[in-house]
């Protein structure tokens, strides 16, 4: 009792100077988050990317400009996440740079997701999802929405620090297969793909009741839509099926296919600057891998040991979301 005790109250301190007004997003502490030092390794970055251990089980935060060194890395055993909620963070499956990456959004098979800041490596939210999340969505007013697979659906939370974990308002919407979500900034609506289609939801932007709506759907080549992540600095995205991978074009909505040395089961790929390798997380064993390699079949890193799942480039994802965005929530 205790221990939730000291958890609510932790969520409580994070969050005094953010709930204030009603109906506004508020920022839970901007300015000081935003200028407050990363950790030393993660500021001093020179290639970093971010990957999804399910063998520790943990987030790391791994410099390949500097010969692989992992320097930060996360585990919910060793976070504020309360010891009967560990389990749902076995075997991470993905992990997303948000808020000016100072913080990771981050879902696990085994039901959970968080939003862990970087600096002191707190979960300043986090919920069970439901069952096998494969990926989760910061919307515009810091509420997050996640796609499970196993029980075909998307999971819209309000994120309210004030709440005991898991505790909040939450909505569920029916989704095939799903496996991706993707907020699109520019065009204010949320893209998800289930099974064969692309589904393109609205969102009512009710900061207390958030909620989507499907607004059009088109149809994709193959079955089992898998990653869906947008192209570092263009407008698209990176599309995968367990046969194929393509980049999608978001003003057309239609495809071409990505020149990978091997094309099938890829389970992530990550876009840099110019001169950045693209990121293919393609399995060895099973469904993971100790390395991560390029579209050339070169690798990027490899660890033995490791059970990589999706590998990520820490860097801004202005496809989805503000530049140097701060850490905000919105209060009813």
């Known amino acids: ?116 800041r970087i600096r002191d490596k707190k979960a300043v939210f986090y919920a069970h999802v439901g069952v096998n999340p494969h990926s989760s969505e910061l919307l515009p007013d810091g509420n997050i929405v996640t796609a499970s697979s196993t029980d075909n659906r998307l999971v819209i939370f309000h994120v309210d620090t004030l709440q005991a974990p898991n505790s909040g308002y939450r909505k569920v919407i029916p989704m095939p297969f799903a496996h991706n979500v993707v907020w699109d900034r520019s065009r204010q609506v949320l893209w998800s793909a289930g099974k064969g289609m692309l589904y393109k939801l609205g969102y009512n932007g009710d900061c207390a009741h958030p909620d989507l709506r499907f607004l059009d759907s088109v149809a994709l080549p193959g079955t089992d839509a898998h990653e869906l992540f947008p192209v570092y600095g263009k407008d698209s995205m990176f599309l995968t099926n367990p046969s194929s991978a393509y980049y999608l074009d978001m003003k057309t909505l239609t495809l071409s296919p990505i020149a ?46 490791l ?26």
């Open 307 to 332: 059970k990589i799942y999706k590998a990520r480039w820490l860097l801004e994802n202005l496809f989805s979301y503000r530049p140097a965005a701060a850490f905000s929530i919105c209060t009813p």
């Open 260 to 305: 990978s040395y091997d094309p099938k089961n890829i389970k992530s790929l990550s876009a840099g600057p110019s001169g950045w390798p693209v990121l293919v997380m393609t399995p060895r064993v099973s469904w993971w891998s100790d390395e991560v390699r390029d579209l050339k079949g070169d690798v990027v890193y490899v660890k033995e040991g």
């Open 1 to 116: 009792m205790k221990q939730i005790l000291w958890t609510v109250v932790g969520f409580f301190l994070l969050c005094v100077t953010a709930c204030s007004s009603k109906g506004a997003s508020q920022s839970a502490g901007a300015g000081a988050d935003s200028t407050a030092p990363l950790p030393t390794g993660v500021a001093a970055c020179v290639r970093c990317m971010v990957i999804t251990d399910q063998a520790a089980p943990a987030i790391d935060i791994v410099d390949v400009g500097r010969g692989g060194k992992v320097v930060w890395s996360w585990t919910a055993a060793e976070s504020n996440i309360t010891p009967a909620d560990v389990k749902w963070f076995t075997n991470p499956d993905d992990a997303k740079p948000v808020y000016d990456n100072r913080y990771l959004l981050v879902n696990a098979s085994g039901g959970g997701v968080a939003l862990v």
